[in-house]
């Protein structure tokens, strides 16, 4: 059976012409002074899709977005660029009656981690609109919504390399706390704070192997 996929993400997880109209780029084929990424080829989902055979449905990135609602500069990212409004306009949309999704790579935390938005504490329920512009209720709310949304699918948070300890051990209980499957990785070859081609390699990797268990 065809594993349909869905992919949540930031800059990480973008390329040009692979994201819906309207999300900000990080990586393009002409390349930036950057990152030596220029082929989408190169992009660790890319290969990862390839290689694991899964049928990639829609790949909903954008560069610099949170999880959360604060984004860079205290800005309000809830009827924006979040994961979590994301998700709910997929939901508004009819997007999960409409496509069967099996497996959900969710890559975030970054920027909710460099824009320093306030962390608040883990909070597993009872979630206050307040509660969702700081980083750790966030993570747990996007998460339990999404296993919640799609309960028989798998779904992997992928948990970048450099974050804050707070940040990275938040995740890492909210998908315990959810039966999602954590990905910590050891090691991301990175310029200027994102993926090279080899990053890019040690992403798939690390994923690959996550499948595979």
Known sequence: ????????????STFENFIPDGYAVFYYE??????????VTQTWWHQVVKEANLNLILNN???????????????????????????KQLKKHGFFQKNRIDTVFVFGGTNDNWSNAPLGEI???????KDL???????????KNLKDTLPNADIYCLINTELKPEVSEGMK????????????????????????????????????????K
């Open 61 to 87: 990135s954008w560069s610099g977005s949170t999880i959360g609602y604060t984004g860079y500069n205290n800005a309000d990212c809830s009827q924006t660029s979040s994961f979590i409004y994301r998700l």
């Open 173 to 212: 209980k909210a998908c315990e706390k959810y039966g999602v499957k954590a990905v910590a990785f050891d090691q991301i070859d990175k310029k200027c704070g994102h993926p090279t081609i080899k990053g890019m390699l040690d992403i798939k990797d690390a994923v690959l192997d996550a499948l595979k």
């Open 123 to 129: 909070k597993y329920e009872k979630w206050e609109n």
């Open 1 to 12: 059976m065809t594993n349909n996929t869905l992919i949540f993400g930031d800059s990480y």
């Open 30 to 39: 002409k390349g930036r002074p950057e990152t030596d990424v220029t082929k």
């Open 133 to 143: 512009y700081f980083v750790l209720p966030a993570i747990c709310y996007f998460l």
